[in-house]
């Protein structure tokens, strides 16, 4: 089985700081992708940032960047110049070559941007 | 539409009442995801469309839970003899269909039975 560990229920970061969002994951797969998305109070889902396993570069979007290690299995995202909107919660979701369309989302960190 | 669209976006129901959610996914999108989303907790899976058929309705809890997708369109998760413990938000996704592609999400529909 899949599983997705984000073992931040809750973090906080002042306004124009960095800040680092943990997730480990596990799987006996090679070949897989891994995410990360936003969810505001509003509820709807963003994806925030995307990385194929078999990519070694770690994937960057504007502010936000990842520390992908795959021996590790883990998958941090950093939020660089932290945005009043970047308050959230945030998941952390993996999905597997041979594993049809079932993404699999870890319990979420829930971020605070303080001003 | 623009996005995907859910409704309700809250339904409060009697436990043993039966209850449908509607998901009118982003147009051409061929694929469509329901998830349950519990209080506290990320997006579990329950199904997932390719067209009009069910490719994967692995994550659907038990046989109280049913979705349709007639026509590759609009899909209905039906839910018979609700429980207190169905309370959740149900999540519709859609996407392109591109292999491991972006999940686009609409709000969600809050589940509350009493």
């Known amino acids: 089985a899949q599983t997705v560990t984000q073992s931040q229920p809750e973090m906080s970061v002042q306004e124009a700081e960095t800040v680092t969002l943990s997730c480990t994951y596990d799987t006996s797969e090679n070949n897989y992708y891994l995410f990360w998305y936003k969810q505001p109070p509003s509820r709807q889902m963003i994806l925030v940032i995307r990385?194929?396993?078999?990519?070694?570069q770690n994937a960057t979007e504007n502010r936000f960047s990842v520390n992908f290690q795959k021996a590790a299995k883990s998958f941090s995202l950093k939020i660089s110049d932290s945005q009043l909107g970047d308050t959230a919660m945030y998941f952390c979701a993996f999905i597997a070559d041979n594993y049809g369309q079932n993404f699999v989302f870890g319990p979420g960190t829930r971020l605070s941007v303080l001003p | 539409g623009a996005g995907v669209s859910q409704t309700p976006s809250n339904k409060v129901t009697e436990k043993g009442k039966y209850v449908e959610l509607r998901c009118d996914p982003i147009?051409?999108?061929?694929?469509l995801y329901w998830y349950r989303q519990s209080l506290g907790q990320g997006p579990e899976f329950l199904i997932y469309f390719q067209g009009t058929g069910a490719a994967d309705d692995s994550g659907l809890p038990n046989d109280r839970f049913f979705a349709v997708r007639p026509e590759g369109s609009v899909s209905t998760l039906k839910i018979q003899r609700t429980e207190r413990g169905d309370s959740a938000v149900y999540l519709c996704?859609?996407?392109?269909?591109?292999?491991?592609?972006?999940?686009?999400f609409g709000e969600g529909s809050r589940l509350t039975v009493l």
């Open positions: 147009s051409g999108h061929t694929a």
């Open positions: 996704a859609s996407s392109s269909g591109t292999v491991h592609g972006e999940l686009f």
């Open positions: 990385q194929e396993a078999y990519k070694q």
